[in-house]
């Protein structure tokens, strides 16, 4: 079987996590439309300690969001930078979502800080460039297409190497490659529409408080389904691997 680690950064709202379950389970449930019967997932806490071993036992990673800064270089954070940069160098296939993006670019050699323009929370247009087209894993994708996003930190710079696949008009580096096996995507691939709304229901008065308009947002968010076809394909192409 494909062994899949999903390293989980951090925990949601714990009004969300009620109704629909954790990060982990968002991710599981977007994976489940490759064949389960293939696929071997664990859920590696390291916010919480626990260790995901040696990058070998993997065929490949995922890591979650989380509602810490890669800025605070928080010590549990920093040790799992370094067990990517490790990761990466063996040859292990990565995802990094959000907090996951930009802890894989702060562990490649990036730059990871608070976005200038604030937060960015609500479904927006993504757009790939044209390295999209050749990219293994997002190539067949739209040019552009809705993604559920929530974040106020970001990649400032990417890492030295890396190739930039999309931005957005508030976000510069929302997915880049690094090599061949290695992606970071700012967006959250397994966000449902239900789990977004719940997220700026919850985020108001912050967004309220930064002169956002949280019910318009609510309005806007919609169904991200080539967004959300990036787990599976990242868990097909793990598979795929010799």
């Known amino acids: 079987m494909t062994r899949i680690a999903i390293l989980k ?3 949601t709202y714990p ?24 696929l071997d997932i664990h859920t590696i806490h390291v916010a919480e300690g626990d260790e995901p071993g040696d990058p070998g036992q993997w065929d490949g ?12 270089r928080a010590p549990w954070s920093e040790v799992t930078a370094q067990w990517l940069a490790m990761a990466v160098k063996a040859g292990r296939p990565v995802l990094g979502v959000c907090y996951g993006h930009q802890l894989l670019a702060h562990a490649l050699g990036g730059k990871v800080g608070y976005h200038p323009d604030g937060r960015e929370s609500g479904t927006f247009l993504v757009r790939l460039n044209g390295k ?13 297409f809705p993604a559920q996003l929530t974040h106020l930190q970001s990649v400032l710079e ?24 290695v992606w970071g995507v700012q967006f959250h691939p397994e966000f449902s529409a239900e789990v977004m ?10 967004l309220q408080k930064e002169g956002l308009d949280p019910q318009a947002l609510i309005n806007a968010v919609t169904a991200t ?8 394909r990242f868990a097909e192409r793990v598979m795929q691997r010799p």
């Open 15 to 38: 009004a969300l996590s009620e109704r629909y379950g954790d990060f982990e389970d968002w991710f599981q449930a977007a994976l489940a439309g490759n064949d389960s019967n293939r």
């Open 9 to 11: 950064t951090g925990s």
């Open 132 to 144: 999209a087209a050749s990219d293994p894993l997002m190539s067949g994708l739209p040019e552009c």
């Open 225 to 232: 389904p080539d967004a959300g076809s990036l787990l599976p």
């Open 197 to 206: 709304r719940a997220y700026l229901e919850v985020q108001t008065p912050a």
């Open 61 to 72: 990673v995922i890591v979650t969001g989380s509602p810490a800064m890669v800025s605070e």
């Open 158 to 181: 990417l890492p030295p190497g890396a190739t930039l696949l999309a931005s957005s008009d508030h976000e510069p580096h929302q997915a880049f490659r690094y090599g061949d096996h």
